[in-house]
């Protein structure tokens, strides 16, 4: 794999067939359960999907669903579907069932491919659909209209010519779903995935092929697709496939059995092992490097788990929109609590409101410049015309940088609150409030004072010995107010059992807006 790519590139003869070439085809691609698949066994498993996926008519450019939890038969089918052409769509196998409906009509597959649990869904919608895709099931028997993935894949033939893709054409799209509005359909190029290889996992991360990965964050993500998938593929190492849902006994249990040396978690999930007293029995010394992105790491967290681990956590900010991390911490160099330095290869902007850049340490909105941002999203002009213009990617976070170029988040664009006129980022406040014993977790948003005017309020979830009270809501305040400027203080404290989180970990703090429930004042 080498940065330029050649004009004609083919991202699946890369990542699988080029082990072959390289002698792999004995090394273990992909740990499942007690599954061991080889890179023989994904070179000729990638052929069969993309053969089956042709057989039945698909073509170049025509879009596959790939709704599945973790398991190999994503990687034989995301490949398979790139090796002729077509473009493969991740999405999440858990959301709700009435979600599903939307991305069957936009992006309007030629097949999708479901587990078990979700051919119900999908023939509900399908029927009520002017699209009638193909239907193939993952797993075990098809029922009425419906194909068998893994039946079929062993009546084909394991050799398949590769479609002759150029390096922009498109490969694979991801949904990014923003705080409102639909989920929008992100379009990512042949050339988008070594391009992260070659600047952020290998020079960065150093993955070697010795290594094995785990992913907290699934492959249907922008993240998790990264880290335990094509990074591996790219250097002919291991990935550890988890289709569970990532409690901390599962991660623990996963990092004892098999071993990873690089773990890539979201901050909630560290933050979720921490607080677990079981931890201590388990043995976690094949880490070497740990990655956290997603959202900002708390420096709390960071020690906390360099002291229990002895390992470093890589704080870096990634997006769909990018693909991966383009502004990250270095090993041996991490500033705790900043998203590091730009990921060379990537360029970035901190703007004011007007398009200007603005002076080392002043907040303004983060912009980037790289060869894996996206061509733009499926079928919405608009927002594409106001998120990526020119060959600039406007992410929508809010940041500083100071003077040895650490970039330290202060909050997305539409979480950050004016108060008094003055900016307060929710970041800033929730990294002191964390700090408190009592608190476990907490988010900060902005709250009418009933005079139309916004103050910071706090949503706190306490440690479940710790009974909330007036004089624990005082106790809090003046914790703040020893260690921030009054005015970043919250005026209005609520208890709550847990907070509002997107499917990655993220705190939905426009939820928290809305809402006035909760347990205590
Ligand atoms: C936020 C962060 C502070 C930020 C992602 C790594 O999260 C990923 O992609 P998404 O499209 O969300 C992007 C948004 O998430 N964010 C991500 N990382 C950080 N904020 N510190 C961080 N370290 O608002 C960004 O705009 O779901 C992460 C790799 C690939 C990804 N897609």
């Known amino acids: 794999m080498k940065w330029p790519v050649p004009e004609r590139y083919n991202a699946a003869c890369d990542f699988v067939d080029r082990h072959m070439e390289e002698g792999r085809a004995h090394e273990v691609a992909i740990l499942y359960r007690d599954e061991v698949v080889t890179y023989g066994d994904l070179y000729e498993r990638v052929n069969r999907a993309g053969r089956l996926f042709r057989e039945l008519g698909i073509e170049m450019e025509q879009r596959i669903l790939l709704v599945l939890p973790d398991c190999p038969e994503f990687v034989y089918a995301f490949f398979g579907a790139?090796?002729?052409?077509?473009?493969?769509?991740?999405?999440?196998?858990?959301?709700?069932?009435?979600?599903?409906?939307?991305?069957?009509?936009?992006?309007?597959?030629?097949?999708?491919?479901?587990?078990?649990?979700?051919?119900?869904?999908?023939?509900?919608?399908?029927?009520?659909?002017?699209?009638?895709?193909?239907?193939?099931?993952?797993?075990?028997?098809?029922?009425?209209?419906?194909?068998?993935?893994?039946?079929?894949?062993?009546?084909v033939d394991g050799t398949l010519e590769p479609a002759d893709t150029h390096k922009d054409d498109v490969a694979f799209w991801l949904y990014s779903s923003g705080s409102t509005g639909a989920p929008k359909g992100t379009i990512h190029l042949q050339h988008d995935m070594p391009f992260c290889v070659l600047h952020y996992a290998k020079p960065i991360l150093n993955i070697q092929p010795g290594d094995r990965t785990y992913s907290v964050a699934k492959l249907h993500f922008a993240y998790g697709l990264g880290n335990a998938m094509y990074f591996p593929l790219g250097v002919g190492a291991s990935t550890i496939l988890v289709p569970e849902h990532p409690t901390p006994q599962v991660i623990l249990e996963t990092i004892q059995r098999d071993r990873p040396t690089l773990f890539f978690s979201v901050p909630t999930a560290y933050n979720a092992v921490l607080r677990w007293e079981e931890r201590f029995r388990y043995d976690v010394s094949s880490l070497r490097l740990c990655v956290s992105a997603g959202e900002a790491l708390p420096e709390k967290l960071y020690h906390e788990w360099k002291a229990w681990t002895g390992i470093e956590i890589l704080d870096g900010i990634g997006s769909t929109e990018a693909l991966h991390i383009f502004i990250s911490n270095r090993p041996g160099q991490v500033r705790p609590g900043s998203s590091g330095t730009v990921v060379p290869g990537y360029e970035a902007e901190i703007r004011d409101e007007?398009?200007?850049?603005?002076?080392?340490?002043?907040?303004?909105?983060?912009?980037?410049?790289?060869?894996?941002?996206?061509?733009?999203?499926?079928?919405?002009?608009?927002?594409?015309?106001?998120?990526?213009?020119?060959?600039?990617?406007?992410?929508?976070?809010?940041?500083?940088?100071?003077?040895?170029?650490?970039?330290?988040?202060?909050?997305?664009?539409?979480?950050?609150?004016?108060?008094?006129?003055?900016?307060?980022?929710?970041?800033?406040?929730?990294?002191?409030?964390?700090?408190?014993?009592?608190?476990?977790?907490?988010a900060v948003v902005a709250h009418d004072d009933g005079d139309g005017l916004v103050k910071p309020k706090a949503f706190v979830v306490l440690r479940p010995d710790i009974p909330s009270s007036e004089s624990l809501v005082e106790e809090l305040k003046r914790f703040v107010k020893e260690r921030l400027a009054s005015y970043k203080c919250p005026r209005w404290f609520v208890f709550v059992d847990e907070l509002p989180k997107t499917s990655t970990g993220k705190i939905q703090r426009f939820r928290l807006r809305q809402t006035q429930e909760g347990r205590g004042a």
């Open 354 to 442: 007007s398009g200007r850049p603005v002076p080392t340490g002043e907040v303004g909105v983060l912009w980037i410049k790289g060869d894996s941002v996206a061509a733009g999203y499926w079928n919405k002009q608009e927002k594409t015309q106001r998120t990526f213009v020119g060959s600039w990617l406007c992410t929508g976070d809010m940041y500083v940088r100071d003077e040895e170029g650490y970039y330290w988040y202060v909050g997305r664009s539409d979480d950050m609150i004016k108060a008094g006129g003055i900016w307060v980022s929710p970041i800033e406040v929730e990294n002191v409030l964390i700090e408190h014993p009592a608190v476990v977790e907490c």
């Open 82 to 155: 790139i090796k002729i052409g077509a473009v493969p769509v991740p999405l999440n196998p858990r959301l709700r069932p009435d979600d599903y409906a939307y991305f069957v009509y936009d992006a309007r597959p030629k097949a999708v491919l479901v587990g078990r649990e979700l051919v119900e869904v999908f023939e509900n919608i399908v029927a009520a659909s002017r699209f009638k895709p193909l239907r193939l099931v993952v797993k075990g028997e098809a029922p009425q209209g419906w194909l068998s993935f893994t039946d079929l894949l062993h009546q």
